[in-house]
């Protein structure tokens, strides 16, 4: 019922989606940014409720309390501890291996602040389950989640980042001075090869 609630304010607030939404695949690593605001986690729910692609939305573990706990927990939400980001690799890593299907969502920036220091373990997910990235971006100007088309990690770990950094630049968070600034120098490689 509270997903359709969060559903129904997405619609009603001028909120769409566009982009390559993954169909068929049976385990993904979603990245979303710019992640300025708390209201990102209620558009996560949203897409992941009109789509149907049940997903895991990783949240720090302090929000995990009482009483939003249950709450957050039946909306899709996963604790974590931004403080290890190992763990966090680690733990779903075992998660894909195990399962069938297996989705979820890591936002890099950690913080609601701007942080050019990304939390990497997604990428970590990516290359040790062989499983794609799918880039989601959150744009508050156009008000629009923007899927880009799923690409696989090439192991070099830095252009890949550089090229997400990039793609991400392009967008406007609720808050945009807090969001992800371009990077300077070329990447036009790597983004060759994730298109």
């Known amino acids: 019922m509270l997903k359709a609630i969060i559903t129904y304010w997405f619609k009603r607030s001028g909120w769409t989606f566009s982009g390559s939404i993954p169909k ?45 706990k249950a709450l957050l927990n039946s909306l899709g939400g996963e604790a974590y501890d931004p403080a290890h980001p190992r763990e966090t690799e680690s733990y779903w890593v075992n998660k894909f291996n195990e399962r069938q299907k297996c989705a979820v969502v890591f936002t890099p920036e950690q913080s609601l602040a701007r942080n050019d220091d990304w939390d990497t373990s997604f990428y970590g997910v990516a290359q040790k389950t062989e499983s794609p990235i799918v880039l989601v971006a959150l744009d508050y100007r156009k008000k629009q989640v923007k899927f880009h088309s799923m690409f696989y990690v090439t192991g070099n770990k830095e252009r890949d980042l550089d090229f997400m950094r990039n793609w991400f630049s392009t967008y406007a968070g609720k808050h945009p001075e807090q969001g992800v600034y371009r990077l300077y120098h070329s990447v036009d490689a790597v983004r060759h090869s994730h298109e």
């Open 24 to 68: 068929r695949v049976k385990k993904s690593v979603f990245v979303v940014a710019p992640h300025t605001s708390r209201y990102d986690f209620l558009l996560g729910v949203a897409v992941s409720h009109i789509t149907k692609f049940r997903v895991r939305i990783l949240v720090d573990k302090k929000y995990f309390r009482f009483p939003f």
